[in-house]
T-cell receptor
Framework: EPEVTQTPSHQVTQMGQEVILRCVPI?????FYWYRQILGQKVEFLVS????????KSEIFDDQFSVERPDGSNFTLKIRSTKLEDSAMYFC??????????????FGPGTRLLVL | AQKVTQAQTEISVVEKEDVTLDCVYE???????LFWYKQPPSGELVFLIR??????QNEISGRYSWNFQKSTSSFNFTITASQVVDSAVYFC?????????????FGGGTRVLVKP
């Protein structure tokens, strides 16, 4: 069964460094998302992406964040200058199209980011 | 703005007991989708069930069942005859069909602990 994959599974970085989190959505999906979950807290929406542009972004998604779909398969989240509070699990999700069944978002296993 | 509330932070049961998880949502849209996701200790988010706002018929799928009531804006989820493997955090989520980004808004989660 197709699934969303994410790399790396864990990343440790120093404050101020740039990180790129990678995702490969399910191949026939058109809508892509990034969410984050600070340890012990709820899952929060960061950004949605469709047709090579951002559809919606949250207040969390400030100028330090960017997303890109550099080729036909990868979907990346870049954090330019990481802060301690960026430490979280980052989930990528995708869904096929619109309509109930098609809108079910399937999540990747997550990347746990630790900023020191 | 959309909002999802899961008032129960943690529920502890003994194996084979039924567990009901409460979810209350707020939305101004007339067309929306509701979801339940499971997050086991390994951390991934696993899709369980979905419902659209036009279909209040309650269903059973294996050991899972749900009770959707628009009048009270509730979407409760029941695990029948719980098993130790059901121990996880369960998230209720909402997406508004007409929103630009189709983002999911999650509740705070309910941790379920099933003891043998």
């Amino acid at each position: 069964e197709p699934e969303v994959t994410q790399t790396p599974s864990h990343q440790v970085t120093q404050m101020g460094q740039e990180v790129i989190l990678r995702c490969v959505p399910i191949s026939n999906h058109l809508y892509f998302y990034w969410y984050r979950q600070i340890l012990g807290q709820k899952v929060e929406f960061l950004v949605s992406f469709y047709n090579n542009e951002i559809s919606e972004k949250s207040e969390i998604f400030d100028d330090q964040f960017s997303v890109e779909r550099p080729d036909g398969s990868n979907f990346t989240l870049k954090i330019r200058s990481t802060k301690l509070e960026d430490s979280a699990m980052y989930f990528c999700a995708s869904h096929k199209s619109l309509g109930l069944a098609e809108e079910t978002q399937y999540f990747g296993p997550g990347t746990r980011l630790l900023v020191l | 703005a959309q909002k999802v509330t899961q008032a129960q932070t943690e529920i502890s049961v003994v194996e084979k007991e039924d567990v009901t998880l409460d979810c209350v949502y707020e939305t101004r849209d007339t067309t929306y989708y509701l979801f339940w996701y499971k997050q086991p200790p390994s951390g991934e988010l696993v899709f369980l069930i979905r419902r659209n706002s036009f279909d209040e018929q309650n269903e059973i799928s294996g050991r899972y069942s749900w009770n959707f009531q628009k009048s009270t804006s509730s979407f409760n989820f029941t695990i029948t005859a719980s098993q130790v493997v059901d121990s996880a955090v369960y998230f209720c989520a909402l997406s508004e069909a007409l929103a630009a980004g189709n983002k999911l808004t999650f509740g705070g989660g309910t941790r379920v602990l099933v003891k043998p």
